[in-house]
């Protein structure tokens, strides 16, 4: 099956298996990051407020 194949068959999904499978190309994305891991829970365990977003500011970025 070709790129424009699979193309085709994403488009013909429902909104809920598109978000789906866009959460799962995102998780396969940062699985090819050796270091992802160390570096995401490294910022999770950070007892810094000083560095952390406010909800706000998580909107923000989102949106941009």
Not at 6 to 25: D, G, M, Q, S
Not at 31 to 55: G, M
Request: net charge negative; hydrophobic share 40%.
């Amino acid at each position: 099956m070709g790129i424009q194949e699979i193309k085709a068959e994403i488009e013909t999904l429902p909104v809920a298996e598109r978000k789906r499978l866009a959460a799962f190309l995102v998780s396969s994305r940062h699985q090819e990051f050796a270091d992802y891991q160390a570096r995401t829970a490294s910022k999770i365990d950070d007892k810094n407020p000083a560095i952390w977003a406010t909800l706000e500011e998580l909107d923000q970025r989102l949106e941009s």
